[in-house]
């Protein structure tokens, strides 16, 4: 093991897409920001400097961080922001994890700019569970904005109403050659391979609001790892992917010469806008010629459920000797959360009819505090936050069917609180108020077991006898069917403040987040270490 350092300094830079340009936040002037690349078992120190306005935080999506929630990065969760002129170093160290990760900005909505890849390698000698590509690429995949992305955030949180969708998405930071742009008909990126050798690409979405499809033509995806947990490889044409997770795929090259497309475009299961256009880049073979065509492909309907469920369905933990399954079997917490959409009164919402969109788990519409849960609940400083999130719905419903009467919601800035090492089984069910949606919930500082998933309403009588405890997939990020409910289950093994949220940045935006308070423990390895020296302040 090493340690690894990195220098972000976080700058402005001038970017053109679709044919028009404009000053976006970047990491070092890079859009997509640098690849973090570490080993298992590494300490990373990552120094970020803030050159700009804005205030930063950036969060390294999928590491555990145990027992160093300080280098976590949720704004106002766990650090106060940088701010401008300000540096603060991420301390953290790989444990226990190997696979394709992501950071991002997790402050207001400068993560559409402010992101890029995180690989973890095995531990030097240790080889994959599957045979070793030949070579391996990052491709991620976003979203782009011709307007300034924190002025469409605004403005809707001003009238109340959803903002605009995005322009296009990208593969590595371009729409791709096939854009409405022409004069960026070379544009895009290219993935060049040989005939005959095998790529593994670590396939990761960085997109704010959107679940993407994603297929090369012409070819089929092994899939061997998901927000860097192994799973029992299997093989498919089109995978899904929502914000916040990671699947690693094994293409082999296996035609001749030749160009394929690459596609990547949107999945969301309810009549809600989207951006309706398709991201692609190139496949490319050594040895083609020039003027050679290239070999297209269709994209699934943003409709196509069975195609995404036909993907999300075949993910199980690889459960191998090495890389156990360890669900827990005993549940110390059965917790029920609604996630969804509410409406609150607004009186300077003009164009919301004096009513806001808001959202919700549990009907609490979560407020940020002023100063950062962690730091609150280490100093045990006083009215930050309250305990009292509740662990069932205020008032059961019909979910799937009839809202309630009452689309308001409460707001407050709520946590649940754990013991040490308490099992926790969490269903999470949509509401389907306003209109049934997909919200990939993501939480901090753990993986969970994806144990159980059914459209309609959780029945706690029957739906648990389904339940996968065996080789059920581990992911950080889940997608909560629209009309429908999944259940995780997880240890809290990790002292400190998580925050668990949808990463459909606009519903977070709309306050679908909460944070689980975990006590420390007695042992000696159980407590959060003290806060680093150079910890913003608020
Ligand atoms: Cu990838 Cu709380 O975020």
């Not at 389907?432 to 990939?440: K, L, M, R, S, T």
Request: glycine content about 8%; aromatic content about 10%; some cysteine.
């Amino acid at each position: 093991c090493r340690v690894r350092h990195y220098k972000f300094n976080v700058v402005m830079r001038n970017t053109t897409r679709l044919c028009s340009t404009k000053p976006i936040v970047t990491v070092n002037g890079q859009f997509p920001g640098p690849t973090v690349y570490a080993r298992e078992g590494d300490n990373v120190l990552i120094k970020v400097v803030n050159h700009v306005k804005y205030n930063v935080s950036i969060h390294w999506h999928g590491i555990r961080q145990l027992r160093t929630g300080w280098a976590d990065g949720p704004a106002f969760i766990t650090q106060c922001p940088i701010q401008q002129g300000q540096t603060y170093t991420y301390n953290f160290t790989i444990t226990g994890q190997r696979g394709t990760l992501l950071w991002h900005a997790h402050i207001l909505w400068l993560r559409a700019t402010v992101y890029g890849g995180l690989v973890i390698l095995p531990k030097r000698g240790v080889p994959y569970p599957f045979p070793k590509p030949h070579k391996e690429a990052v491709v991620i995949l976003g979203e782009w904005w011709k307007s300034d992305t924190e002025a469409v955030i605004n403005e809707a949180l001003k009238s109340g109403l959803a903002p605009n969708v995005s322009d296009a998405h990208t593969i590595n930071g371009h729409p791709g050659p096939i854009s409405n742009c022409p004069s960026q008909g070379g544009g895009g990126f290219t993935l060049s391979v040989q005939s005959g050798k095998t790529y593994m690409l670590r396939v990761i979405n960085a997109g704010l609001n959107e679940e993407l499809f994603f297929k090369i033509a012409g070819h089929q995806l092994k899939v061997v790892e998901v927000d860097a947990t192994y799973v029992k490889p299997f093989k498919i044409d089109t995978i899904v992917i929502a914000p916040g997770q990671t699947t690693n795929v094994i293409l082999t090259a296996d035609r001749n010469a030749g160009k394929y497309i690459v596609a990547a475009s949107p999945f969301m299961d309810a009549p809600i806008a989207v951006d309706n256009t398709t991201a692609t880049a190139t496949l490319h073979y050594s040895g083609t010629l020039a003027n050679s065509p290239t070999t297209f492909t269709t994209t699934p309907p943003k409709n196509a459920t069975p195609i995404a469920n036909n993907f999300l369905d075949s993910l199980k933990a690889l459960n191998s000797k090495k890389y156990p399954a360890n669900v827990p079997l005993t549940i110390d917490h059965s917790l029920f959360f609604t996630v969804g959409l509410g409406i609150n009164p607004c009186p300077t919402c003009k164009a919301g009819n004096g009513s806001r969109v808001v959202a919700n788990i549990n009907n609490v519409t979560f407020v940020m505090p002023k100063t950062a849960l962690l730091q609150a609940h280490y100093f045990k400083i006083n009215g930050v936050f309250t305990t009292d999130f509740p662990g069932n719905p205020p008032v059961a419903f019909n979910y799937t069917g009839t809202p309630p009467a009452s689309l308001a919601t409460n707001n407050g800035t709520k946590v649940y609180p754990l013991q040490y090492n308490a099992t926790v089984q969490l269903v999470l069910q949509d509401t389907g108020i306003i209109a049934a949606e997909n919200h990939p919930v993501h939480l901090h500082g753990f993986n969970f077991f994806a144990i159980g998933k059914g459209l309609g309403n959780y029945n706690p009588k029957t739906d648990p006898k389904k339940f996968n405890l065996v080789d059920p997939v581990e992911r950080n990020t889940i997608g909560v069917p629209a009309g429908g409910w999944v259940a995780i289950r997880f240890r809290a093994d990790n002292p400190g403040v998580w925050f668990m949220h949808c990463h459909l940045e606009v519903h977070t935006s709309w306050g679908l987040k909460m944070a689980f308070l975990v006590h420390n423990g007695k042992g000696p390895n159980e407590s959060i270490l003290p806060p680093p020296k150079d910890l913003p302040k608020c």
